[in-house]
């Protein structure tokens, strides 16, 4: 069993920056991705940014220039460097684990970390 532990969250000002970051506990295995994904209240949930064990990275086009991702395979840990943040970033942002098994997927998600971007 894996387990997401996130932390960074916090409030900032518009046009300020946070670095969140996700620890995985627990067999990480095989092709995998981590990432972050955020939800606002009633929306679903919505990619920000992914990478694969491999390097390969992924964003939303909203955060593409701002948010970057990157990862420490060693200490199975994403972190999420957010710059240049807007009011419209104000929501709570999940960790994920994807990985690809042989016979079947995993995915896994933290709890949550609340992000409020004060104007």
């Known amino acids: 069993q894996v387990q997401l532990v996130e932390s960074g969250g916090g409030l900032v000002q518009a046009g300020g920056s946070l670095r969140l970051s996700c620890a995985a506990s627990?067999?990480?295995?095989?092709?995998?991705?981590m990432g972050w994904y955020r939800q606002a209240p009633g929306k679903q949930r919505e990619l920000v940014a992914t990478?694969?064990?491999?390097?390969?990275?992924n964003y939303a086009g909203s955060v593409k220039g701002r948010f970057t991702i990157s990862r420490d395979n060693a200490k199975n840990a994403v972190y999420l460097q957010m710059n240049s943040l807007k009011t419209d970033d104000t929501v709570v942002y999940y960790c994920?684990?994807?990985?690809?098994?042989?016979?079947?997927?995993?995915?896994?998600w933290g709890q949550g970390t609340q992000v409020t971007v004060s104007s």
């Open positions: 994920n684990l994807f990985m690809l098994g042989l016979a079947r997927k995993y995915d896994y």
């Open positions: 627990g067999s990480i295995f095989g092709f995998n991705t």
């Open positions: 990478c694969t064990n491999d390097g390969s990275t």
